[in-house]
């Protein structure tokens, strides 16, 4: 008999309720924050707040409920899972601008204090660039999908929260190293950054390709192809916003002074 | 004259994505999900192959949102060029499908144009095709040097 990789038992109830209380004091901290912090300043926007709650929901329902269950045994669910928690919440979350918001609410004396932190510290510097942020993200992926450690992975439930918290963190450090909504102390040029983020976009599409061609061990071959392809288009689609935002923040700092524009409008007419 | 200068690359360069945009598009759209000609994977395809494509793909991307972004800046600076930026459009056309037909397609062999029929005959309209796009975008920014006359508008 195939030896079954996923035979671990899942100890739902424990784990899951800790998930879901955090995820829930998570939200609660954002919502606090937005309230107390409208009082000294104007009204933080609500669509930042409603993308914090669908970008916490996203993850949460990554690890606990029906998909992280159905994930276990079905690599399809798997990588729905992956995509949730490794991409479309880190997306989230950045447009939400919870630094700003920190910021914002913090007094600010201790605010200085963060920022000045932020700014000396070379771990952050290090980290938040886009490359190390790139090799977190997807090099982790490539260690997850091509060596042992996803078969480890499901036999281990320590292993199964390192990896997923490291999926999670790793998608947050990549998105916002390549948007800048928050407040960012090291920022690297468009250009930069564009040319890194179409490095990782084609590490994650080669990735999803060599998936279907050889899954990793002990997952069963159609799921594995379905899965590949959904990692395929569905990274696409969450990368092609991010891509989106990336230019559109080009766009606006080209924006030609007015001066530049009246004397374009009078060379023409002469 | 300087300004000038740097708004026609630009016209171009718009033009150029946009044309390999607007060719990963159609491959994707009709030869892969409506037709379903070609194939996410082949077992022929070679490393390079997978690496190709998928620079490529993330590329195609890129290339999409760069082209339209480039073109709103030229529009608000008054600087659009409708021939430059069509020739650019046909040389990135026809020069990413002449990639794909020869390169990708036959050297690395990601996917063949379709399974289970003559190939011949595809792959001479796929080739054609890309040549004449890329010809008629040589043709055409031959016709209009880079710093003749003024924008169309």
Redesign the interface.
């Known amino acids: 008999m195939p030896m079954n990789i996923f035979l671990a038992v899942h100890s739902a109830s424990l784990i899951e309720i800790s998930w879901t209380i955090l995820f829930c004091a998570v939200i609660a901290a954002y919502v606090l924050a937005v309230f107390r912090s409208n009082r000294t300043y104007k009204p933080w926007p609500m669509r930042r707040t409603l993308c914090w709650i669908a970008g916490m929901a996203c993850a949460l329902a990554a690890v606990v409920g029906p998909i992280a269950q159905r994930g276990h045994e079905d690599f399809v669910y798997h990588m729905v899972g992956h995509l949730l928690l490794g991409m479309l919440a880190p997306l989230l979350l950045v447009l939400a601008a919870p630094m700003t918001l920190v910021f914002r609410t913090l007094p600010v004396k201790q605010a200085r204090t963060l920022a000045s932190l932020l700014r000396k510290s070379r771990y952050v510097r290090f980290v938040s660039h886009p490359i190390t942020a790139s090799f977190l993200n997807i090099g982790g992926l490539w260690l997850l999908y091509r060596t042992p450690l996803f078969h480890l992975m499901h036999a281990h439930d320590m292993l199964y929260c390192i990896v997923h918290i490291h999926v999670f963190m790793a998608g947050y450090l990549f998105a916002a190293s390549m948007i800048y909504i928050d407040p960012t102390p090291h920022r690297y040029r468009f250009l930069h950054r564009a040319v890194v983020f179409l490095f990782a976009l084609a590490g994650h599409g080669i990735l999803s390709k060599l998936i279907y061609a050889s899954p990793p061990a002990g997952v069963d071959p159609v799921q594995a192809k379905t899965g590949a392809m959904l990692m395929y288009y569905g990274g696409d689609l969450i990368d092609f916003v991010i891509i989106l935002i990336l230019f559109y923040g080009w766009y606006q700092h080209k924006r030609p002074s007015v001066s530049a524009l009246r004397a374009s409008s009078q060379s023409q007419q002469s | 004259m300087e300004?000038k200068k740097k708004f026609n690359a630009q016209n171009l360069w718009s033009g150029i994505l946009l044309g390999i945009g607007f060719v990963s598009f159609i491959d994707e759209v009709v030869f892969h999900q409506l037709l379903r000609w070609h194939h996410?994977?082949d077992?022929s395809?070679t490393a390079a192959g997978?690496?190709s494509?998928?620079?490529f793909?993330?590329?195609s991307?890129?290339a999409t949102?760069?082209a339209?972004?480039l073109f709103?800046?030229l529009r608000?600076?008054?600087?659009f060029e409708r021939t430059r930026w069509l020739s650019g459009f046909l040389l990135g056309a026809g020069g990413f499908q002449l990639y794909d037909g020869i390169v990708q397609h036959k050297i690395m062999r990601i996917h063949q144009i379709r399974y289970d029929v003559n190939l011949l005959p595809y792959d001479i309209t796929w080739n054609f095709i890309a040549a004449a796009l890329l010809i008629t975008g040589i043709y055409m920014i031959r016709k209009r040097p880079a710093n003749e006359g003024?924008?169309c508008r």
């Open positions: 300004a996410f994977y077992r395809t997978i690496v494509d998928g620079l793909h993330a590329f991307w890129f949102a760069g339209f972004f709103a800046d608000r600076r008054q600087a003024k924008a």
